[in-house]
C-alpha cells in the first residue's frame, strides 16, 4: 500500500497521527506521512515518528520508507508524526526563491541548461551552463523576485497527474511549474532574498540562494 503523502495536501501540519504498514529491521512504512523525503533537490524533513528521531526518509516509487533506530514497532502499531517546522519552513521559502530564480532566469535568458539543484535549510542552489558571470542577471532578478513577494500573490500547487504522483505549482501570469516538493501559499512568505554566484567550472555558473531574515 501507498502512502497517503499529506505534506501536500497541508504542507504547514506539524503532526500527525499514523499506523505503522511495514517493518524490516530499522525500516518502516506507515500509511500516511507529513515527513517528506529527499526528492528533487529538496532534502528530507527532520522530526520524529512514534517519539524516535527519522534517521534517514527515501523515497521508493510511491513509497517512503523511514529509518528508525532501536525501534520495536510492529505492523498496525500507531505511530505519531513529529516534523522539524522550522527546519520545513525554511525549505519551503528556500524552495520556492530557488523556483522562481530558475524560473526568471528560464523567461529572461532563453531557458539556459539547468545542471544542478539543492535545497537545504540554509541556502538553496541553481546550477547552469553559462558563458560569462552569471551575477549580471542579479539586479534584473533581484527586482523581479521583489515585485512577485510585495504582490504577496496566491501559489496554487496540486496534481496535474494524481495516478502517478505528478505535481505542479503555479503563480497567475507568471508560470505554470512541475514540481513534487512542498509548497508555501504565497510569494510575501519568501521574504527578502540574497543572491551570490559561485564559479563552478569553466562554463559552470552557480546562483546560491540566501533568506535575510
Known amino acids: 500500500m501507498d502512502v497517503v503523502k499529506i505534506f501536500w495536501e497541508d504542507p504547514y501540519l506539524t503532526e500527525l497521527d499514523a499506523k505503522v504498514t511495514s517493518v524490516e529491521n530499522d525500516y518502516i512504512t ?3 506521512t507529513i515527513a517528506f523525503a529527499f526528492s528533487g533537490g529538496q532534502e528530507s524533513d527532520t522530526g520524529t515518528i512514534g517519539g524516535l528521531k527519522i534517521l534517514n526518509a527515501e523515497k521508493r516509487d510511491k513509497q517512503i520508507v523511514y529509518q528508525l ?3 520495536a514497532m510492529s505492523v498496525n502499531n500507531p505511530a505519531r508524526i513529529c516534523i522539524d517546522w522550522n527546519r520545513r519552513y525554511s525549505l ?3 524552495h520556492f526563491a530557488a523556483e522562481v ?5 528560464y523567461q529572461k535568458f532563453n531557458h539556459p541548461e539547468k545542471i544542478g539543484a539543492h535545497i537545504a535549510e540554509d541556502k538553496a542552489r541553481v546550477d547552469f551552463y553559462w558563458q560569462g558571470n552569471i551575477s549580471q542577471t542579479f539586479s534584473l532578478l533581484q527586482d523581479e523576485i521583489q515585485k512577485l513577494v510585495s504582490n504577496d500573490l496566491p501559489i496554487t500547487s496540486a496534481f496535474s497527474d494524481p495516478e502517478n504522483e505528478v505535481r505542479y505549482w503555479e503563480i497567475n501570469n507568471f508560470a505554470k511549474v512541475p ?3 512542498t509548497h508555501i501559499k504565497r510569494t510575501g512568505e519568501i521574504g527578502e532574498v540574497v543572491l551570490k554566484r559561485n ?3 569553466k562554463g559552470k555558473e552557480r546562483i546560491e540562494i540566501f533568506l535575510k531574515e
Open 69 to 71: 533506530a532501536g525501534h
Open 199 to 201: 564559479n563552478i567550472g
Open 92 to 94: 519551503m521559502r528556500l
Open 30 to 32: 506507515v500509511d500516511r
Open 179 to 181: 514540481c513534487g516538493g
Open 101 to 105: 530564480v530558475l524560473e526568471l532566469i
